[in-house]
């Protein structure tokens, strides 16, 4: 692969912005203590950033703030794609501790994406491939972990997507208790898979929340492991702790993300 050629000016600006975020306003003494620039430099980038429109001079003695315009840069991002991203180091640390492959949905519409696994470094992997595949809200463990933990206006808004559409989930949505599948799944910390479902896999799923304790799902973790190596009470005493702190690790991590502060680092591995 050949090697990229780093345009160093373009990153300097981008940490000029990036430190601007943190705080109203920067002065010039505080950006080159957070950035480590020369103030030489710093200025000469901050001139080049006001006349793009990104960031204005709010007085000689105060410093600079980033201008509206900043926003722009951001207006493909959704929290559902930092969610992704952050999560990501983090489904794979887990991984290379309990070795069984885990995966991560969210909500599009009516049904669940998977929008990451750790497939590529479990030695205990399905073979089928699982990434960005659609999946029923109400008939997968992903889609039935977020959607018990969503509060109850939402979950009304879910079903009558599901109704809407012609499919499988319709039927469903229509004969479902859905208070009990939401008793059900709260009670017990997790969303089981279906009694006497066919096939060598067997899989957990749990919800990420934004805040802990809120029922604003943003999210959910689903583990595969062997029938054959342990029934799912052994898998649940064993995997559902390890699960949870997971789920809370990944709601941190954006959380820190979203508010520009230091995301916490993955678990250290305690096995090879």
Known sequence: MAQVDVVNSVVRALSVVETLNHQPVTSLEALHRATGMPKPTLVRLLETLIAAGYVHKVSRREGYAVTESVLRLAAGVRERDVLVDV?????????????????????????????????????????????????????????????AACAEVEREVILDLILAGDTADAEAARTINVEALVRQVRERGYA?????????????????????????????IVMFWYLSVMPEPQAVQRYLGPLHDLAARISQALQARMSGAPAPAPPPRLHA
């Open 192 to 220: 089981p898979d279906r009694v006497g479902r066919p096939g060598p896999h067997r899989s957990i799923g749990v919800p990420v929340l934004r805040e802990a304790g809120s029922e604003q799902a943003i999210g959910s």
């Open 87 to 147: 999560a990501r180091p983090l489904l794979e640390a887990f991984t290379l501790e309990h070795k069984w492959q885990v995966s991560l949905a969210t909500r599009e519409g009516d049904s669940m994406l998977i929008r990451a696994t750790t497939r590529h470094i479990s030695p205990f992997s399905r073979e089928q491939l699982f990434l960005n595949r659609k999946v029923s809200i109400l008939g997968s463990v992903v889609g039935r972990a977020f959607f």
